[in-house]
T-cell receptor, first 111, second 112 residues
Framework: KQEVTQIPAALSVPEGENLVLNCSFTDSAIYNLQWFRQDPGKGLTSLLLIQSSQREQTSGRLNASLDKSSGRSTLYIAASQPGDSATYLCAVTRGAQKLVFGQGTRLTINP | EAQVTQNPRYLITVTGKKLTVTCSQNMNHEYMSWYRQDPGLGLRQIYYSMNVEVTDKGDVPEGYKVSRKEKRNFPLILESPSPNQTSLYFC???????????FGSGTRLTVV
């Protein structure tokens, strides 16, 4: 059974810092990995999608990497801003039918 | 605008009163799913559909029904809601060839 773990559960940093969020999964036979952002009480916004054949994806200040062999992904946020405060979720897809989510990292950026 | 639309956004109902949460996507996606999100348990899949008239159970299907009569719509039906179905519900869709999921804004359901 696929399990996804995100560490840390919560993170608080001052504005302007670069930071890394971690995601690990137990079964390396994944199709892709997706990072989402969730604001309190709101829906999930897709940030980055990494196909299993890819090693990383970048969008603006965000960079996500994938190491299937070790079952790890990282989300790097450069020059953090207060607007980046949210919960970040990673999810892996094995078959077509299901995303398996981690519990998320609650990120707070302090002005 | 490409999106997944859920209605209603908020719903308070009483135990046993049948309800339907609607989900519609305008991206011609083949795959659609329902998830519920609960504190400490994260997001769990309820049902999914790989195309019209093709649906199957996810991890927590008890107490729910779905149908997929049209490609764009995937309603979630609670025939006899109970308080343990109080949760935040999300609908999601994805194209078959990419498996990149788009989520709706969520429906917060309270069953009293």
């Amino acid at each position: 059974k696929q399990e996804v773990t995100q560490i840390p559960a919560a993170l608080s940093v001052p504005e302007g810092e670069n930071l890394v969020l971690n995601c690990s999964f137990t079964d390396s036979a994944i199709y892709n990995l997706q990072w989402f952002r969730q604001d309190p009480g709101k829906g999930l916004t897709s940030l980055l999608l990494i196909q299993s054949s890819q090693r990383e994806q970048t969008s603006g200040r965000l960079n996500a990497s994938l190491d299937k062999s070790s079952g790890r992904s990282t989300l790097y946020i450069a020059a953090s801003q207060p607007g980046d405060s949210a919960t970040y979720l990673c999810a892996v897809t094995r078959g077509a039918q299901k995303l398996v989510f981690g519990q998320g990292t609650r990120l707070t950026i302090n002005p | 605008e490409a999106q997944v639309t859920q209605n209603p956004r908020y719903l308070i109902t009483v135990t046993g009163k049948k309800l339907t949460v609607t989900c519609s996507q305008n991206m011609n996606h083949e795959y659609m799913s329902w998830y519920r999100q609960d504190p400490g348990l994260g997001l769990r899949q309820i049902y999914y559909s790989m195309n019209v008239e093709v649906t199957d159970k996810g991890d927590v299907p008890e107490g729910y029904k779905v149908s997929r009569k049209e490609k764009r719509n995937f309603p979630l039906i609670l025939e006899s809601p109970s308080p343990n179905q109080t949760s935040l519900y999300f609908c999601a869709s994805s194209p078959r060839d990419k498996l990149a999921y788009t989520f709706g804004s969520g429906t917060r359901l309270t069953v009293v």
